[in-house]
């Protein structure tokens, strides 16, 4: 059974740092490409950013480039996201997602097949 488990949201002031995880369990994790998105209330899921776990290759929407890092750790299984610079507007609910394909196909318009349940990120002005 495929699981993700997102952690470490919270809430923090305008210009602040958070780190989230995500633990990816029963899953080829090497071939996996993960996502990061986000919806805010009354607004759409957006993607944030994307990471090619056998590859590392990452890609970033505009609004956080510069601002947020993806990494990963092959050995824990785990997918990170790194936020910086942290703004009120990038107040959401965030998910991880995964689905295993090749890296030149891992992008922001990636439809992935699985998700975590969110946790909540509050940055306050």
């Known amino acids: 059974q495929v699981r993700l488990v997102e952690s470490g949201g919270g809430a923090v002031q305008d210009g602040g740092s958070l780190s989230l995880a995500c633990a990816l369990s029963?899953?080829?994790?090497?071939?996996?490409?993960m996502g990061w998105f986000r919806q805010a209330p009354g607004k759409e899921r957006e993607v944030v950013a994307t990471?090619?776990?056998?590859?590392?290759?990452?890609n970033y929407a505009d609004s956080v480039k510069g601002r947020f890092d993806a990494t990963q750790d092959a050995a824990k299984m785990t997918a990170s996201l790194q936020m910086n610079s942290l703004k009120p507007e990038d107040t959401a609910l965030y998910y991880c997602?995964?689905?295993?394909?090749?890296?030149?196909?891992?992008?922001?318009?990636?439809?992935?097949?699985?998700w975590g349940q969110g946790t909540q990120v509050t940055v306050s002005s």
């Open positions: 029963g899953y080829d994790f090497a071939t996996a490409c």
């Open positions: 990471i090619h776990i056998g590859t590392g290759t990452t």
């Open positions: 997602a995964a689905r295993a394909i090749v890296a030149s196909q891992c992008g922001l318009r990636t439809l992935f097949d699985y």
